[in-house]
């Protein structure tokens, strides 16, 4: 006696499942091609990013004046790079703890804040203040600010500034009908610090507009080397409790992670059951009409509800003979109006008529085999004389 077994082997398994593989296989190589590329790209003010509020563009027209752009992701990679003279640019300086800061002021030749926040400002300089923050607006520079005075009139809002005290040696540019204004600058001992309120001239976005390149080259370019200090995940400076765990993840992941899932909710609908067209069925029991009032009747009759029969039979006939009545909707809600209209028809009086489709008293069920014959033949006269 031989046997067959009927378990799936392993040829049919991959039959069945080669096509799912095959596309999720895709689907994940796209997704890494897809980060592999975009790796290093950034985002807001990079100076690897193409993107409109990427800095490619200023980065470039740097190096072509001469200016080596050193790119930081942290601390300890800006300290390192700050050796001689050379600027350092902080991008998001509120997300860097103030003593670091003040240690790479020591060491940087020149430092330029972008949006310094008040307590980020306190921590650094006594001679400088934020001041709210102003609507865009074009104004000029109002200062002597060389990089200011180079740029010319521009449309700049964001944070605003202003200096604290008298006869200090800190000059706000672009003031707003004020003392505050979006770009403030302080010499000291320690050095040379500048706070910019806006940073859409930076970006590749605007960099084109009005003064906004040469207020970017002169603010970044006077000497041979910048480094471009821009915050990344797991930065030791960070501020802690600031930064949420999915600020951590690259947005490479996060887009990669999104075609999967619609490359998932593909194979689910390609693989779960589709509906057909839809199938008539013969029923059980095929019952005559004949039948179905007949067997109404006898419910009707076991439970005593002779008035309600009538009432049945009385709205029947009613509806029946209504198309040949020529009322409109709102004359068939008056019941005289339907008697009027039914005996001019059919010859008979309206109080007969109403009484034979309208009464409310009391029926029996012979008074209820009576009526359907009147019914009936107040519906034969109605159908008879209208032609």
């Known amino acids: 006696m031989t046997t067959t077994s009927t378990s799936p082997d392993a040829a049919g398994i991959w039959r069945r499942a080669r096509a799912p593989v095959?596309?999720?296989?895709?689907?994940?190589?796209?997704?890494?091609?897809?980060?592999?590329?975009?790796?290093?790209?950034?985002?807001?003010?990079?100076?690897?990013?193409?993107?409109?509020?990427?800095?490619?563009?200023?980065?470039?027209?740097?190096?072509?004046?001469?200016?080596?752009?050193?790119?930081?992701?942290?601390?300890?990679?800006?300290r390192e790079q700050?050796?001689?003279?050379?600027?350092?640019?902080?991008?998001?300086?509120?997300?860097?703890?103030?003593?670091?800061?003040?240690?790479?002021?020591?060491?940087?030749?020149?430092?330029?804040?972008l949006d310094p926040a008040p307590d980020t400002l306190a921590g650094l300089t006594g001679k400088l203040a934020t001041a709210g923050t102003g609507q865009a607006e074009i104004v000029p520079p109002g200062c002597e600010l060389e990089a200011a005075r180079a740029a010319g009139p521009l449309a700049l809002g964001g944070s605003m500034y202003r200096t604290t005290?008298?006869?200090?040696?800190?000059?706000?540019?672009?003031?707003?009908?004020?003392?505050?204004?979006?770009?403030?600058?302080?010499?000291?001992?320690?050095?040379?610090?500048?706070?910019?309120?806006?940073?859409?001239?930076?970006?590749?976005?605007?960099?084109?507009?009005?003064?906004?390149?040469?207020?970017?080259?002169?603010?970044?370019?006077?000497?041979?080397?910048?480094?471009?200090?821009?915050?990344?995940?797991?930065?030791?400076?960070?501020?802690?409790?600031?930064?949420?765990?999915?600020?951590?993840?690259?947005?490479?992941?996060?887009f990669g992670a999104v075609q999967v899932g619609v490359g998932v909710l593909l194979l689910a609908l390609w693989r779960a059951r589709r509906l057909g067209p839809v199938v008539t069925e013969p029923l059980p029991v095929v019952v005559r009409a004949a039948e179905t009032v007949e067997g109404r009747a006898r419910l009707y009759r076991r439970a005593g509800s002779a008035e309600h029969a009538a009432q049945a039979l009385r709205k029947a006939a009613l509806e029946r003979m209504l198309p040949s009545i020529g009322l409109s909707p709102a004359e068939v809600g008056d019941s005289r109006v339907v008697a009027e209209a039914v005996a001019a028809r059919t010859g008979r009086t309206p109080g007969a008529v109403w009484t034979l489709l309208y009464s409310t008293t009391g029926i029996g069920e012979g008074e209820l085999v009576r009526l359907a014959n009147e019914l009936d033949a107040l519906e034969r006269d109605c159908a008879s004389l209208g032609r």
């Open 22 to 78: 095959a596309i999720v296989t895709v689907l994940l190589l796209s997704a890494l091609l897809t980060v592999l590329i975009g790796a290093g790209a950034g985002g807001a003010l990079d100076p690897r990013s193409a993107e409109e509020a990427g800095s490619r563009a200023l980065a470039r027209l740097l190096e072509a004046q001469g200016v080596r752009v050193e790119l930081a992701g942290t601390a300890e990679e800006a």
């Open 165 to 254: 005290g008298a006869g200090t040696d800190a000059e706000v540019c672009y003031r707003h009908g004020g003392e505050a204004g979006p770009l403030a600058t302080v010499a000291d001992r320690v050095g040379g610090l500048t706070a910019l309120g806006d940073t859409a001239p930076l970006t590749n976005a605007r960099l084109a507009e009005q003064g906004n390149a040469a207020l970017a080259l002169h603010l970044l370019g006077q000497r041979p080397t910048l480094v471009w200090y821009l915050p990344a995940a797991g930065d030791g400076a960070l501020r802690s409790g600031e930064a949420s765990i999915y600020t951590l993840i690259p947005g490479g992941w996060t």
């Open 82 to 113: 700050l050796g001689g003279a050379a600027t350092l640019l902080v991008t998001h300086p509120n997300r860097i703890r103030v003593e670091e800061l003040r240690g790479l002021r020591d060491s940087a030749a020149e430092l330029v804040l």
